[in-house]
């Protein structure tokens, strides 16, 4: 009799090349957001109602260039694939193209994050 | 030479879950990867299952996953693969009746689903129906699909929901509605639009890289998009 015998892991292993890297970039990114946005609602809703000191522990925690760095990866990332994928979608003609959009997207990725990854480091460094 | 080919193996019969098994053969550069499951077959294991009909790529019966990608065993050269082991696996997505042999029953619904032949009751003409080159040529890259699956097995969004019609159906859709002397465009389109259609394709690109005619799906899909969202085939 047949049977599915499928696991994440065999999804994950599949070898789909840069494109499917940036799908999968794209789908943790969005999680990334999400987790952010919530914990700042909370944060602020905990310190603001009943000046808890758990919501300056989540302030603290998010607003650390830990947490900052790979959240503004995930946020540009995701910003510029979501445009490579409108653009895409918008007129197909392009899609004869995909490589080169992706190498695009990438070129402007770079410098792009790091700049911020630059001005992360400054603040460390300057102790702000 | 002497290559080591490792097959995930599974008979429904004896064993629970599917399992690794690794063989040596003796190999030319020149060899398909087709060949060695040959050789295992006819020299090491007679019960290694898989599909093989023409072995020259037209068929599309021996896709499966090889070295992590879907391909055709018949068209891929032990010298094309990297150096070392090649590991040959079933097609993701599909349940598994034997070794790498996959239940196509769902595919070929899929396929199916969005009307894969020539519809036109209008009176035909004394000669053909004619049609120009250009028009010809608007859906030649999607008459080229043998239906082997490889394109909707390495898509993410199948193998998350097997609901979704797939690369292939899409594909083969596309081959009649941008057909001139076809006129059941617009009822395509419509099974098309549905929640598990065209808009499943999250322009991951699996599907182009995996086609062994290297059709341009993901074009195909963004085409049927397209005409979906603005109400023309232009």
């Given at each position: 009799?047949?049977?599915?015998?499928?696991t994440?892991?065999?999804?994950?292993?599949?070898?789909?090349?840069?494109?499917?890297?940036?799908?999968?970039?794209?789908?943790?990114?969005?999680?990334?957001?999400?987790i952010?946005?919530?914990?700042?609602?909370?944060?602020?809703?905990l310190?603001?109602?009943?000046?808890?000191?758990?919501?300056t522990?989540?302030n603290?925690i998010?607003?650390?260039?830990?947490?900052?760095?790979?959240?503004y990866?995930?946020?540009?990332?995701?910003?510029?694939?979501?445009?490579?994928?409108i653009?895409?979608?918008?007129?197909?003609?392009?899609?004869?193209?995909?490589r080169?959009?992706?190498?695009?997207?990438?070129?402007?990725?770079?410098?792009?994050?790091?700049?911020?990854?630059?001005?992360?480091?400054?603040?460390i460094?300057s102790?702000? | 030479?002497?290559?080591?080919?490792?097959i995930?193996?599974?008979?429904?019969?004896?064993?629970?879950?599917?399992?690794?098994?690794?063989?040596?053969?003796?190999?030319?550069?020149?060899?398909?990867?087709?060949d060695?499951?040959?050789?295992?077959?006819?020299?090491?294991?007679?019960?290694?299952?898989?599909?093989?009909?023409?072995?020259?790529?037209?068929?599309?019966?021996?896709?499966?996953?090889?070295?992590?990608?879907?391909?055709?065993?018949?068209?891929?050269?032990?010298?094309?693969?990297?150096?070392g082991?090649?590991?040959?696996?079933p097609?993701?997505?599909?349940?598994?009746?034997?070794?790498?042999?996959?239940d196509?029953?769902?595919?070929?619904?899929?396929?199916?689903?969005?009307?894969p032949?020539?519809?036109?009751d209008?009176p035909?003409?004394?000669?053909?129906?004619?049609?120009?080159?250009?028009?010809?040529?608007r859906?030649?890259?999607?008459?080229?699909?043998?239906l082997?699956?490889?394109?909707?097995?390495?898509?993410?969004?199948?193998?998350?929901n097997?609901?979704?019609?797939?690369?292939?159906?899409?594909v083969?859709?596309?081959?009649?509605i941008f057909?001139?002397?076809?006129?059941?465009?617009?009822?395509?389109?419509?099974?098309?639009?549905?929640?598990f259609?065209?808009?499943?394709?999250?322009?991951?690109?699996?599907?182009?890289?995996?086609?062994?005619?290297?059709?341009?799906?993901?074009?195909?899909?963004?085409?049927i998009?397209?005409?979906?969202?603005?109400?023309s085939?232009?």
């Open positions: 009799m047949a049977a599915k015998f499928q994440w892991w065999q999804g994950l292993r599949y070898r789909g090349g840069g494109t499917m890297v940036a799908w999968l970039l794209h789908r943790i990114g969005g999680l990334a957001m999400v952010f946005v919530g914990m700042h609602v909370f944060a602020s809703f310190t603001q109602q009943f000046g808890s000191g758990f919501g522990t989540l603290i998010y607003q650390s260039p830990y947490f900052q760095a790979p959240l990866f995930f946020v540009i990332f995701h910003a510029l694939n979501g445009f490579r994928i653009l895409l979608d918008t007129f197909p003609k392009l899609l004869e193209y995909q080169e959009v992706t190498w695009l997207q990438w070129m402007v990725f770079i410098p792009l994050y790091g700049l911020v990854v630059f001005f992360i480091i400054a603040g460094v102790g702000e | 030479m002497e290559i080591k080919v490792k995930l193996r599974f008979n429904p019969e004896t064993d629970k879950r599917p399992h690794y098994q690794t063989f040596r053969v003796e190999a030319e550069p020149t060899d398909r990867v087709l060695l499951l040959e050789k295992i077959k006819g020299y090491q294991d007679g019960s290694l299952a898989f599909r093989r009909s023409c072995a020259h790529g037209i068929c599309g019966s021996d896709a499966m996953r090889i070295n992590g990608m879907n391909r055709l065993a018949c068209k891929t050269l032990v010298k094309d693969l990297s150096k082991t090649i590991t040959v696996e097609l993701l997505g599909l349940s598994l009746i034997k070794d790498l042999i996959v196509m029953d769902p595919f070929f619904e899929h396929y199916e689903s969005v009307m032949y020539l519809v036109n209008e035909p003409p004394l000669k053909e129906r004619l049609q120009s080159p250009e028009e010809r040529e859906f030649d890259d999607t008459t080229k699909c043998i082997c699956a490889a394109c909707t097995t390495s898509c993410p969004s199948f193998w998350s097997g609901r979704y019609v797939g690369p292939a159906a899409i083969n859709a596309h081959r009649f057909d001139s002397r076809d006129r059941a465009g617009a009822e395509r389109l419509r099974i098309l639009s549905d929640q259609g065209v808009y499943r394709c999250h322009t991951i690109f699996n599907c182009t890289l995996a086609c062994p005619r290297e059709i341009q799906i993901t074009k195909a899909i963004g085409e998009k397209r005409a979906i969202a603005t109400g085939l232009d």
